[in-house]
């Protein structure tokens, strides 16, 4: 039978501070009632009330601004509406045929075209040069250890590194229940190989990451396709409705800043999630890939730090913030990490030292943290400035999501525009973009792209966002 339970107290004093805030009590700038305060008048723990103040934090209502206490966000009037929230009704279906559309996807990196396509961050806003001397002393330091072999769960100081950041992630992981992968794909490999077997059915989010897709697919397993909201991700009742028409053997999914909605998904729902799927012995594999990357205010916490019964595996790397080609990866995989430690030795031992001592070293002295500020902001820039671009450079309705973290975008362009067209006349202009059909097993994107902001702004952006809008005419069936 699922688990049913009464909303934590927190949540019920989070409710009611956001009644206060939408019934104009509490106006934009407002400070809400100090911790004290409310704990004072509502008769309930201080730590009761931080919890409900970082509920409301995570749903974007209030801020907590350093030395003074918790404010009410002024809301952007934002003119842009959001993508349209899919109405498919969430049915198991085979991959066998998504592979064809991958062809393209070898397009989304090609460095001759304008890169509006790859999630992928530029190079010039990664540390390449620092991380470069990094590999060089680590080398010099220990030139033994990194030509040898790291054996699975692979280098002991980067677990340690994730043991210390998953206090960020709300988590307190120890280093020995990390694995180091190949990348986050590894990581979500290893994680479907625990919990899936050939056949079997997987939920995932309503667009998600075509990776994924082309992962599941090489695996033989199936997919229901969940709907997923632009800014709250995916959506419960129909996870619900899912779970009780068929067996699932998992469920992925990108709670923070997913690809290519951005969504973030609010504490309420990552609980009932957990609930939903503890209820049913289902377990979840998260991947945190973009969790480090919030545009404003504190690191979202991983879902895993809710997970009280080992339901969640966390998954992530560093290919969005250091490094994607160093292929650094981690998976905490709780009740199946020894048995996947054992698979990764059985694929490739612990993974290369080099390149996960180098990130190690970063992650201790290399300034992180510093780092991680600067491309926050850098990525909130270049998503804010390429909203505007859009929406000024093409015709008709057009929605855009707006995602508080992470640097793609995902936009629905008029009906009756046919995004694999737009792919192939852009591609001809230069241009790389990503079609909307790559995102989900069925063909309801047909007229959604995606866009890439991972590149710092320039007149080549501008001059393609542009030309972009010039196409769209031609790209009508
Ligand atoms: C949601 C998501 N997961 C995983 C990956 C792949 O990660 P990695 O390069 O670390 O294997 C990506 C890359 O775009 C992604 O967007």
Redesign the pocket.
């Known amino acids: 039978m699922p688990r049913t339970s009464h909303p934590p107290l927190y949540l019920a004093l989070a409710d009611n501070v956001e009644r206060l805030i939408a019934s104009g009590t509490l106006r934009p700038g407002d400070r809400v009632p100090s911790v004290r305060r409310m704990s004072r008048q509502h008769k309930v723990s201080p730590p009761t009330v931080v919890q409900a103040y970082l509920a409301l934090e995570n749903r974007g209502i209030i801020e907590a601004r350093p030395r003074s206490g918790f404010y009410v966000r002024a809301q952007p009037i934002d003119p842009l509406k959001l993508p349209t929230f899919s109405n498919r009704k969430p049915l198991a279906r085979s991959l066998a045929k998504f592979p064809p559309l991958m062809a393209m996807v070898s397009d989304l990196g090609n460095p001759e075209l304008v890169p509006l396509g790859g999630?992928n961050p530029s190079g010039d806003l990664l540390p390449a040069r620092k991380l470069a001397r990094i590999s060089a002393t680590v080398s010099r330091l220990n030139p033994k250890a990194v030509i040898n072999y790291d054996p699975a769960p692979g280098c002991a100081r980067l677990r340690e590194e994730l043991s210390r950041r998953s206090l960020e992630w709300g988590c307190y992981l120890q280093s020995d229940q990390f694995l180091i992968t190949n990348?986050?794909?590894e990581a979500?490999h290893l994680a479907l190989h625990a919990v899936a077997r050939p056949g079997d059915t997987v939920l995932v989010e309503s667009p998600t990451?075509y990776?994924?897709l082309s992962l599941l697919s090489f695996l033989h397993l199936n997919v229901i396709a969940i709907p997923s909201h632009a800014q709250t991700g995916i959506d419960l009742d129909a996870v619900e409705s899912a779970l009780e028409l068929q067996r699932v053997a998992a469920m992925i999914v990108?709670p923070n800043f997913s690809?290519p909605l951005g969504s973030l998904m609010p504490e309420e729902n990552r609980r009932r999630l957990i609930a939903l799927a503890a209820g049913r012995g289902v377990p979840i594999i998260e991947?945190d890939?973009y969790g480090d990357l919030s545009h404003e205010g504190d690191r979202p916490r991983a879902m895993k730090a809710l997970d009280a019964d080992g339901s969640v595996i966390l998954c992530g790397?560093f290919?969005k913030t250091l490094a994607?080609g160093y292929r650094i990866?981690y998976l905490a995989a709780g009740p199946y990490q020894d048995q996947l430690a054992q698979a990764k030795m059985a694929l490739n031992f612990g993974g290369a030292p080099l390149p996960a001592l180098t990130v190690a070293e970063f992650l201790r002295n290399g300034g992180y943290g510093h780092h991680l500020r600067t491309l926050r902001h850098t990525f909130r820039d270049q998503v804010s400035r390429m909203r505007e671009a859009i929406a000024a450079a093409f015709p008709g309705e057009v929605k855009i999501s707006a995602p508080l973290g992470g640097f793609v975008l995902w936009v629905e362009l008029p009906r009756g525009v046919d995004a694999l067209r737009l792919f192939y006349l852009a591609r001809d202009a230069g241009i790389s973009i990503a079609p909307g059909h790559l995102f989900a097993p069925s063909a309801e994107f047909k007229n959604f792209i995606r866009i890439s902001c991972g590149h710092p702004w320039s007149p080549r952006i501008e001059a393609a966002v542009s030309t972009l809008g010039k196409l769209l005419e031609r790209s009508r069936k």
Do not use: Q
């Open positions: 999630a990348g986050a794909t979500l990451y990776g994924l990108v690809n991947d890939i790397s290919s994607p990866g």
